[in-house]
């Protein structure tokens, strides 16, 4: 008689146990989707500099030059502190990492609407740097936890789209608050949305192995699918940089960084100054470049499953291909210079932008598919800064010379230095030819460096 109780209990307990546990349908995407939300809160306090400057330059009277120093103040910031949230990250884990990075930017970006000259705009956005450099190192590594191979390019085109959508939302959003409530409320609203973004990271996050909401389908998924194709074993950052395949990721994001750092920075001054057009226009159109870069984000992401598939591409030489199809398309953007409507150089910096987020999205890719897990924050931190080395190199440069030679031989440059970057890609990766013509996810794919 007293069984049936008992045996009640325990199924009520069961369910209770079940409804506690329940697993989220292609949670990974779900994953992704936050990171990708992440990215885009980043950017857009990132950017909301960009879109003030006009403004910013008579308001603290800044010259081009000391304006590009304050960009580059964010650039050293976040050129050195690349590799060191790579290895935060890989040390104490993304859950904890990426929410304090997030909270650290955020403070720093309110703190920004209290500066009174150059000089203090120049050091805020230095400790922005600082913090915001964790982003790119972060997702790299969830893509390599959560993501079987076949399916890494796609979610770096999903997170990958996070920047240039932070970037698309700026020029209406902060213009709109700038002209209603000044320019110090853009700076405050987009600061503050990292708080909101990194308690929502902290409260959801958890790496595959932990979290209480994927199925065991979906985990056998991801991790049968994560053939390496690199001996095992972590190393330590002296053999991650020592290795061949490291340098063909840096330098390709060295020489690529520069358009997207121009195109984040000094689109709506060169908007202003050489094409004549207002805030009002700005706001209208100087988003149209970061929706192309979406797109070409995407694209890139697809592209190259569509050519292991359809073409039987090797995994790696299906990321190349995308690069050096956005390298020729950067032809487009070099151009500018030479067109005379200011809606043609609009027009030419989307397919920039299209091109540009094509080759990041690939070669940041390229990180999670020859370094494994616990090295790819480390790989992505020292690639990524070489990439902004690179990308500050070239805003000093356009500081120094844009009032004194003009814009154009300054994007002409921009379509030579993706042409480089893709030969030497394709020279530094040549180990990998004929290595293996399976797909991601096949047995026994594996490649020497």
């Known amino acids: 008689m007293t069984a049936t109780p008992d045996r009640r209990q325990g199924v009520s307990h069961t369910k209770r146990k079940e409804t506690e546990v329940r697993t989220i349908a292609g949670l990974r995407w779900w994953i992704i989707a936050l990171v990708c939300l992440g990215t885009i809160v980043n950017y857009l306090s990132r950017n909301a500099l960009g879109v003030l400057a006009p403004q910013l330059k008579t308001l603290l009277h800044m010259s081009t030059q000391q304006y590009s120093y304050v960009v580059a103040a964010f650039q050293v910031g976040y050129t050195i502190m690349q590799p060191v949230c790579g290895l935060v990250i890989d040390l104490i884990g993304l859950r904890i990492g990426f929410a304090l990075f997030a909270c650290l930017w955020s403070l720093v970006g309110c703190l920004h609407g209290f500066a009174g000259s150059w000089v203090s705009l120049a050091a805020f956005r230095g400790l922005m740097g600082l ?34 959508l932070g970037s698309l939302f700026a020029p209406p959003l902060v213009i709109f608050l700038s002209l209603r409530y000044g320019w110090q409320s853009a700076f405050a609203v987009t600061g503050a949305l990292g708080f909101v973004w990194a308690a929502m990271w902290y ?39 020592g290795t061949r395949r490291f340098w063909a990721i840096a330098q390709a994001r060295f020489f690529a960084e520069p358009a997207w750092q121009t195109f984040s920075f000094w689109i709506p001054l060169y908007l202003v100054t050489e094409r004549h057009m207002d805030l009002k226009e700005i706001a209208l159109f100087a988003w149209l470049p970061f929706l192309a870069a979406d797109m070409g984000g995407l694209f890139g992401g697809y592209l190259s499953p569509f050519l292991m598939k359809h073409l039987r591409v090797p995994l790696i030489w299906s990321r190349i291909a995308g690069v050096a199809l956005g390298a020729f398309m950067m032809i487009g953007p070099a151009c500018i210079g030479w067109v005379a409507s200011p809606y043609q150089a609009i027009a030419l910096f989307c397919v920039g932008g299209f091109a540009h987020q094509m ?31 690179g990308g500050l190199g070239f805003s000093l440069l356009v500081g120094a010379l ?48």
């Open 131 to 164: 913090s915001e450099a964790v982003a790119i190192p972060a997702g790299m590594k969830v893509v390599a936890e959560w993501f079987p191979n076949k399916e890494k390019s796609v979610a770096v085109g999903y997170f990958n789209a996070g920047t240039s």
């Open 359 to 389: 080759i990041s999205a690939l070669v940041n890719t390229l990180s999670a598919d020859v370094f494994k897990p616990g090295e790819v924050g480390t790989a992505s931190g020292f690639a990524g800064m070489a990439a902004w080395i």
């Open 402 to 449: 844009a009032d004194t030679i003009g814009y154009k031989p300054l994007f002409a440059a921009l379509g030579a230095f993706d042409l480089i970057g893709v030969t030497l890609l394709v020279i530094l990766m040549r180990g990998y030819t004929r290595e293996s013509r399976q797909l991601p996810g096949d047995h026994g794919t594996s490649t020497a460096v």
């Open 203 to 241: 409260l959801f996050y958890r790496s595959p192995a932990d979290h209480a909401r994927i199925s065991d389908k979906e985990r056998n998924t991801i991790i049968g699918g994560q053939t390496s194709i690199v001996g095992p074993g972590k190393h330590g950052i002296k053999e991650v940089l």
